[in-house]
């Protein structure tokens, strides 16, 4: 019994040791590791701002301003180039009374998520599954849909370190600070392949990211009593699972 007690107390102090040894390393792994992490090749961003050259994600527009347009914007970040043969993808604004999707011209490619017909072949179509520009029944929050694709693998080609506009999603507008985020993307290409996904993953994890739009400006006024200010929380955004297109 003691030989045995002997052994488990070897033990023991052999785990602390190596435990010991492992706080010591771990720091001077961490950076090695941070470092070698490689950005996402791949990404589908919000631009507020289309007017302006490049990806806005954080816009200011005058008082009174009745209409906001927000471009999907894919981007190819990899050494290759890549086709787009489908994509869907919705895009979430919060709160839908001062960002609120307009209905669509058609129940086709001019529908709201409103495709850019000039990038994609003619037979490239939304109208299988009619993109929709609010599917979530909730008052605060739109969601605009658009799942499309073409049918003979014939989908633009996006060579590397460039971008492509895939549709723009059209508002009105009201004074107030909103936010459109992405859920549900995935991108394929041509051969079927999925290029990327986000919100959720579903093989190959791509970039996505959101906007803020504030429309009108605040003014703080002072006053020669200090007054207590609680703010109001945006609605929470409700969550929901989409499936890709198959």
Do not use: W
């Amino acid at each position: 019994m003691m030989m045995i007690r002997k052994r488990r107390m070897f033990g023991a102090s052999a785990a602390l040791l190596i435990l010991a040894v492992g706080a010591v390393a771990l720091p001077l792994m961490l950076p090695h590791h941070r470092a070698s992490a490689d950005a996402a090749p791949f990404a589908l961003r919000l631009d507020c701002d289309p007017a302006t050259a490049g990806v806005q994600s954080a816009c200011t527009y005058p008082q009174g301003t009745a209409f906001v347009d927000v471009d999907v914007v894919f981007e190819n970040n990899s050494s290759a180039a890549t086709t787009i043969g489908s994509f869907n993808f919705d895009a979430i604004s919060i709160p839908q009374p001062a960002l609120n999707p307009k209905p669509g011209v058609d129940a086709n490619n001019d529908t709201n998520p409103d495709l850019n017909d000039a990038a994609f072949p003619a037979d490239f179509t939304c109208a299988y599954t009619p993109s929709t520009p609010d599917i979530d029944p909730n008052p605060d929050r739109a969601q605009s849909r658009s799942i499309c694709f073409t049918s003979t693998n014939d989908g633009p080609t996006v060579p590397a370190g460039t971008s492509l506009r895939l549709a723009t999603v059209h508002y009105t507008s009201s004074n107030a600070v909103s936010s459109v985020s992405l859920e549900g993307v995935q991108i394929s290409d041509n051969l079927v392949d999925e290029v990327m996904s986000c919100s959720e993953v579903v093989q190959s994890a791509g970039d996505c990211t959101g906007a803020t739009i504030t429309v009108g400006t605040v003014f703080n006024t002072a006053t020669s009593t200090p007054t207590a200010v609680t703010p109001t929380p945006l609605p929470q955004m409700t969550p929901s699972r989409h499936q890709p297109a198959a």
